[in-house]
């Protein structure tokens, strides 16, 4: 079955530590987005990619990273200077950048605590 | 700045009690709108695009329509398995935005 696979589901992290969120798609899409949702807030994007090898931070990119080295794989790194990173964090992917009309597809989440 | 407004909050409805969601929208150069429903604890599923005024799409008992300020997501007798949260996302030149979502509840 075609779709995005996000790893692990559940990620409790030290204070001081930094965590890696697996996203990997085999849609043969050329975009994947992260975003970080809260609630009572929208979804509010981190970073995206459009091609591979290369990315953009969103709106809220400052504690995270990511890497796009292969088309279908999308990490996303949460340091230790993001200082609020409990939340839900959903990967997407679409076929072309959704500024061109293209509707985007999710992954099932990674739920990210700081304990 | 793009804004996206969607009510009401949350809706209780009965089962086969009909109603609609609003999402009003303020951008410039929108290339289009989507909904996508979302369960708890899962990833948000894609529904429907919208591209121009007077557009409108169909899919078992819901119907998006879309105007030149907003959009309606219309259930139509709803059921229990309905009850989810809805977002619309509206797609401009420069990125995608979200509203906050409609938490929809079908009651027996």
């Known amino acids: 079955d075609g779709g995005i696979t996000q790893s692990p589901k ?25 975003y970080r949702q809260d609630p009572g807030q929208g979804l509010r994007l981190i970073y995206y990619s459009q091609i591979v ?7 809220i990119a400052e504690g995270y990273s990511v890497s796009r080295e292969k088309k ?31 509707e985007a597809f999710f992954g099932q989440g990674t739920r990210l605590t700081v304990v | 700045e793009d804004q996206v407004t969607q009510s009401p909050e949350a809706l209780r409805l009965q089962e086969g009690e009909s109603s609609s969601l609003n999402c009003s929208y303020t951008v ?34 819901l119907k998006a329509t879309l105007t030149k300020k907003e959009s309606f997501l219309h259930i139509t007798a709803p059921k229990p398995e309905d009850s989810a949260t809805y977002l619309c996302a509206v797609d401009t030149a420069s990125k995608l935005t979200f509203g906050t979502g409609t938490r929809l509840q079908v009651t027996l």
Do not use: I
């Open chain 2, 28 to 61: 410039s150069g929108l290339r289009g709108l989507f909904w996508y429903r979302q369960d708890p604890g899962k990833g948000p599923e894609f529904l429907f695009t919208l591209y121009s005024a007077g557009e409108e799409k169909e899919k078992e008992r």
């Open chain 1, 10 to 34: 559940y990620l409790f992290r030290k204070e001081g530590q930094n965590v890696t969120l697996s996203c990997e798609q085999n849609l043969n899409h050329d975009a994947m987005y992260w």
């Open chain 1, 72 to 102: 279908e794989s999308f990490p996303l790194t949460v340091t230790s200077a993001q200082k609020n990173p409990t939340a839900f964090y959903l990967c997407a992917s679409s076929v072309r950048p959704m500024a061109e009309g293209y």
């Open chain 1, 53 to 59: 090898n290369d990315f953009q931070k969103g709106d």
